[in-house]
């Protein structure tokens, strides 16, 4: 009885949040060889029949522990037995954990290889054991981290192609399930090892928390639920008052901004960087709202903030190349072809073309460091100050080449040449033509 109650649930809850492909498509299942995702493979196995399904089992074998090896073989043998479709992959975790951990750099590469393995079997889903008892953890840890409605919400159904069947269902009624079912499984000996928090707290705050107010667990988890969907209902608010992006650019008027009470400013700012591909801390987004009138900040990802009068921007920069030593022909530098080119008599400047005394010396081109000074006709000017008459905003002002002669800036592009060597009537000159290379700016 309780296995088919517990497959009807399941599949009650993948109809509720759209998770199962079409009749004859294929789900990718994540499977570890622990009772959580041999439970998870166990109940796809009787959905797929149901539904028309073709279902793969897919593990990652992480070659952090000794058993590793052993856990991959017991998942292959299993599936081997029951017809079931598998294919594996490995990784050098600790290789990929520069500036992180070693669980995220495992989760990581775990996720690509099975983004990988769906894109070349052609599945459209891609199924993780992530349970209630997960959610609720999930909860608390970022609770301890401070997180807001976002990070509270939990573990969410669906992202993208991931889905989480088992996302209602209880750790306790897994276990009675794989106990019902003879299912086996193979125990993670650090699941027991009070070393990181989600163990922590899965092992000691939970059991705890159970004691003091029994069924905590379940009721933390659909609190999580009930934050995600406030959430959502407030992104979709804050959505709707941000102009549409190129994808590069987001612009948002100040005077709406204003007229928002703190919690919604921080979400705008926070839907600003996700719409440019960046996920925003608290404390950068605290940074964005405190700029003045004037007053620029870098973000991840590449991307700029601007505070103008009338106008909040957020720009994602171009990633320019290192410097590169012009030769005379045609070369490409980043976004551009740049053509070098000499000329027996001097030539007009040009918003693409600047224009040099050939004895100006050896040139090569490098991206605006924030730094730099052009002699003028009365004096000297920074070329914040260039950029600034020019009109050019502060977030594009780092995409703008700047010429060098024998190491000291020479030029900018749409900015000015220094004065000192501007061609001389009678001599001959070099010609430094920008073009943009199509589909870039």
């Known amino acids: 009885m309780r296995t088919n109650e517990l497959v009807d649930r399941t599949a009650a809850f993948c109809r509720k949040w759209d998770m199962l492909?079409?009749?004859?498509?294929?789900?990718?299942?994540?499977?570890?060889?622990?009772?959580?995702?041999?439970?998870?493979?166990?109940?796809?196995?009787?959905?797929?029949?149901?539904?028309?399904?073709?279902?793969?089992?897919?593990?990652f074998n992480h070659r952090l522990r000794p058993g590793a090896d052993r856990d991959e073989g017991f998942v292959r043998d299993w599936c081997e037995k029951q017809g079931v479709a598998f294919l594996s992959g490995c990784g050098d975790v600790r290789a990929h954990m520069a500036g992180t951990g070693v669980e995220d750099a495992a989760r990581r590469l775990r996720y690509a290889f099975l983004e990988d393995a769906a894109d070349r079997l052609g599945a459209s889903r891609i199924?993780?054991?992530?349970?209630?008892?997960?959610?609720?953890?999930?909860?608390?840890?970022?609770?301890?981290?401070?997180?807001?409605?976002?990070?509270?919400?939990?573990?969410?159904?669906?992202?993208?192609?991931?889905?989480?069947?088992?996302?209602?269902?209880?750790?306790?009624?897994?276990d009675?399930?794989?106990?019902?079912?003879?299912?086996?499984?193979?125990?993670?000996?650090?699941?027991?090892?009070?070393?990181?928090?989600?163990?922590?707290?899965?092992?000691?705050a939970l059991p705890l928390l159970e004691k003091i107010s029994p069924g905590c667990t379940a009721r933390i988890a659909a609190a999580g639920v009930l934050l995600r969907e406030e959430d959502a209902h407030l992104q979709a608010e804050a959505g709707a008052m941000l102009p549409a992006g190129d994808g590069r650019e987001m612009i948002l008027p100040v005077p709406v901004l204003n007229r928002q009470d703190g919690a919604m400013r921080r979400r705008l700012v926070r839907t600003m960087g996700q719409r440019l591909g960046v996920t925003l801390t608290r404390t950068q987004v605290d940074g964005v709202l405190a700029l003045g009138s004037g007053g620029m900040a870098s973000l991840p990802g590449g991307i700029c903030a601007v505070r103008r009068?009338?106008?909040?921007?957020?720009?994602?920069?171009e990633a320019l190349p290192p410097p590169l030593t012009l030769q005379p022909g045609e070369q490409v530098w980043g976004p551009w072809r740049i053509t070098v080119t000499e000329s027996p008599e001097p030539a007009a400047q040009g918003p693409d073309t600047l224009v040099l005394d050939a004895a100006a010396g050896?040139?090569?081109?490098?991206?605006?460091?924030?730094?730099?000074?052009?002699?003028?006709?009365?004096?000297?000017?920074?070329?914040?100050?260039?950029?600034?008459d020019q009109g050019i905003p502060p977030e594009r002002r780092g995409e703008h080449p700047v010429l060098y002669?024998?190491?000291?800036?020479?030029?900018?592009?749409?900015?000015?040449?220094?004065?000192?060597?501007?061609?001389?009537?009678?001599?001959?000159?070099?010609?430094?033509?920008?073009?943009?290379?199509?589909?870039?700016?």
């Open 21 to 59: 492909p079409p009749a004859g498509g294929t789900a990718l299942c994540a499977v570890s060889g622990g009772r959580d995702s041999m439970t998870l493979l166990h109940i796809l196995m009787r959905l797929a029949d149901r539904e028309g399904l073709r279902l793969v089992a897919a593990h």
């Open 127 to 174: 199924a993780t054991a992530h349970h209630q008892d997960d959610n609720a953890e999930t909860v608390l840890l970022h609770l301890l981290r401070g997180a807001g409605t976002c990070g509270l919400g939990g573990i969410p159904p669906v992202r993208g192609r991931i889905i989480r069947p088992l996302l209602e269902v209880s750790r306790a009624e897994i």
């Open 176 to 204: 009675a399930y794989a106990a019902e079912n003879r299912i086996p499984y193979v125990e993670d000996e650090t699941n027991g090892e009070a070393v990181y928090t989600r163990n922590r707290l899965r092992l000691e």
């Open 309 to 317: 009068a009338h106008q909040l921007v957020l720009r994602k920069t």
């Open 362 to 388: 050896p040139l090569a081109v490098g991206a605006w460091d924030g730094t730099g000074r052009l002699a003028v006709e009365n004096g000297t000017r920074t070329l914040k100050r260039l950029f600034l």
């Open 405 to 441: 002669a024998a190491g000291k800036p020479a030029a900018a592009l749409g900015a000015a040449v220094d004065w000192n060597l501007r061609p001389q009537a009678g001599r001959p000159c070099i010609l430094v033509v920008f073009t943009p290379i199509p589909g870039e700016e």
